[in-house]
């Protein structure tokens, strides 16, 4: 079992950047991934990256402006989140899989999010 706890988030306004972080209870599963869940919205998936190479992948909604990363020593996640807008504001998840997936079904292990919120 892998456990994840995300912290970061916070309140900023558009145009603003934050990083948010996604500490691991080990490197078992070799995909981590991003997800973000806004009100009334469904999950949706917003990165990955590879625990072996640091592969990332990002979905079109965030390519460009954010970037993922990774310390292995530390099993952390990172999530660098720059020119937000209203729009990025979300409950932001990471999760662990075995392989890159966009679904949230795709994914084992989750963490408990932390809420991103982007005001005007």
């Known amino acids: 079992q892998v456990q994840l706890v995300e912290s970061g988030g916070g309140l900023v306004q558009a145009g603003d950047s934050l990083r948010l972080s996604c500490a691991t209870s080990g490197r078992e599963l070799n995909v981590v991934g991003w997800f973000r869940q806004a009100p009334g919205k469904m999950r949706e998936w917003i990165a990955s990256i590879t625990w072996i190479s640091g592969r990332t992948m990002f979905a079109d909604s965030v390519k460009g402006r954010f970037t993922a990363s990774r310390d292995n020593r530390k099993n952390t996640v990172y999530l660098q989140m720059n020119s937000l807008q209203p729009g990025d504001t979300a409950v932001y998840y990471c999760?662990?899989?075995?392989?890159?997936?966009?679904?949230?079904?795709?994914?084992?292990?989750w963490g408990q999010g932390t809420q991103v919120t982007v005001s005007s």
């Open positions: 999760a662990a899989a075995r392989a890159f997936g966009e679904r949230v079904g795709d994914y084992l292990y």
